[in-house]
């Protein structure tokens, strides 16, 4: 039973590169989010789903796509990646709105 | 849509001494609410939650929360502090009603425990 775990932990992109970042949970939860971690920011919201198929914006959209095509993958897509989403990324996921939610390890992305 | 104030960014105490991690929140329905711990370089972990009933609640390594809806606050206590509590700490709040899944976090609490 692993969690949740997030791939990559580290990368570095060039400016205007593409990536995904993988978030995978085993405990079949129906809610997942992608968080991105700054300092004295806290935790924003970038997007969520609250089950297989379904995506819904957060906080901070805006240069950010998602998919939720199986139940235990939650993918977060750079398209044009700048130097304003240099941050850590977390994945979290829960099994209903009052569960209390598990987070991954996170994802260190610095664009340069 | 709700929110969450943490009061206080930096909050140092001495090891052994009482501390109190204030967290505000806004919404016009019921909500879920918890405090999560952040260690350096690490994930989020429950501390603990708050659904409904008791107003207080009770989490892992000793800390406590008190849930006023009258003063939308949710303040996170410890009696005695150890040095290993050193960590960021973060207020969420959910609607409880659906319609709204979004989780939103405070902007952190960084407890520094010193001996």
């Known amino acids: 039973n692993a969690g949740v775990t997030q791939t990559p932990k580290f990368r570095v992109l060039k400016t205007g590169q593409s990536m995904t970042l993988l978030c995978a949970q085993d405990?079949?939860?129906?809610?997942m989010y992608w968080y991105r971690q700054d300092p004295g920011m806290g935790l924003r919201l970038i997007h969520y789903?609250?089950?297989?198929?379904?995506?819904a914006k957060g906080e901070v959209p805006d240069g950010y796509n998602v998919s939720r095509l199986k139940k235990q993958n939650f993918l977060l897509g750079l398209e044009s990646a700048a130097p304003s989403q240099t941050s850590v990324y977390f994945c979290?996921?829960?099994?209903?709105?009052?569960?209390?939610?598990?987070f991954g390890s996170g994802t260190r992305l610095t664009v340069v | 849509a709700q929110s969450v104030t943490q009061l206080d960014s930096q909050v140092p105490v001495f090891e052994e001494a009482p501390v109190e991690l204030r967290c505000n929140y806004s919404?016009?329905?019921?909500?879920?609410l918890f405090w999560y711990v952040q260690y350096p370089n690490q994930g989020l972990q429950l501390l603990l939650k708050y659904l409904s009933g008791s107003t207080l609640v009770k989490g892992i390594n000793g800390f406590e929360a008190e849930f006023n809806k009258s003063q939308t606050s949710f303040h996170l206590r410890k009696p005695s502090v150890h040095i290993s509590d050193t960590a960021e700490y973060f207020c969420a709040v959910i609607t409880a009603q659906g319609g709204s899944e979004k989780l939103v976090f405070g902007k952190g609490t960084k407890l520094t425990v010193n001996p």
């Open positions: 405990m079949n939860h129906e809610y």
């Open positions: 789903s609250v089950g297989e198929g379904t995506t």
């Open positions: 919404s016009s329905v019921s909500v879920y």
């Open positions: 979290a996921s829960g099994l209903r709105l009052n569960y209390g939610y598990t």
